[in-house]
């Protein structure tokens, strides 16, 4: 069987260009990012994907892989699934950053160890957070929703057409406010509790001033806040869930060419 040159670029080039907008999700994207999982595992789940996805990814005619114009396109798929996984990755850092909050607020922020979802360190409180997140969103099934919007993103933002920078770019400065948004909502029900035990403790001190303030308040401050926690916490899947749905439509408002 004789193949021609020009089709075995544009095979080569079709799958090049599928694995760097696969590899950019990889790079990003949570669970998928994460430092524990090996990188032969990581590599075999972006080649897993991009076979599935090779055959219905439509290459341009003319653009061949090797060339200045394949090489930008090469560059600009990676930038593309680089964006995409790390909308949901500002979801996670969202819910992270409410729990340090939290954290600081009842005196846990001393508690920090290496969080194995991203690698940092952390306070406790935050890692249990951010371990539930990524629980819900493997519960949810928003990782097969983000594959989804990958498969998707080849038909709305096909290979060769040029990058939507201003979409791009302006769509992720515009969500990532959602970070402060998202973490104060997971935030702000514990840290009210606390606001008005540290008012009592603060009365407590003014009318005993001999009153070891240290060692009666930080330990009432510390029990109160893991029940504030344990009372407050019903209120968290839904707000990740909103934060998801959120980061979804932000990101097909994103892949738009044009916009």
């Known amino acids: 069987m004789q193949i021609e040159l ?4 544009t095979l080569v080039g079709t799958a090049m260009w599928t694995v760097a907008r696969v590899a950019g999700i990889a790079l990003t994207a949570p669970v998928f990012s994460t430092p524990t999982v090996p990188r032969q595992v990581r590599a ?6 991009s076979i599935i996805l090779i055959p219905s990814v439509q290459v341009p005619a003319g653009l061949t892989p090797f060339s200045a114009s394949g090489l930008v396109v090469l560059a600009s798929q990676v930038v593309i699934g680089a964006a995409m996984g790390f909308m949901l990755k500002l979801v996670v850092e969202a819910v992270a950053f409410g729990a340090q909050l939290i954290a600081f607020t009842m005196g846990l922020s001393f508690g920090s160890i290496v969080s194995p979802v991203d ?7 935050s ?14 099934n928003v990782h097969l929703r983000l594959l989804a919007a990958l498969a998707e993103s080849f038909q709305q933002l096909p290979v060769g057409r040029g990058l939507p920078i201003a979409g791009l770019i302006g769509t992720l400065l515009t969500w990532s406010s959602n970070l402060f948004v998202g973490a104060m909502l997971v935030a702000l029900p514990a840290m009210t509790a606390l606001l008005v035990v540290n008012i009592g403790v603060g009365f407590t001190s003014r009318a005993a001033p001999a009153l070891n303030l240290f060692a009666v308040g930080f330990p009432a401050i510390l029990l109160l806040g ?10 968290v899947p839904g707000i990740i869930g909103r934060l998801f749905a959120s980061a979804f439509a932000a990101l097909s408002h994103m892949l738009v060419p044009g916009v």
């Open 6 to 9: 020009t089709t075995l670029q």
């Open 119 to 125: 690698g940092t360190q952390s306070p406790i409180l």
């Open 226 to 235: 893991i029940i504030a926690v344990w009372m407050t916490f019903g209120t």
């Open 127 to 140: 890692q249990f957070y951010v371990l539930f997140a990524v629980l819900l969103l493997l519960a949810t």
């Open 44 to 49: 075999a789940f972006v080649i897993m994907i």
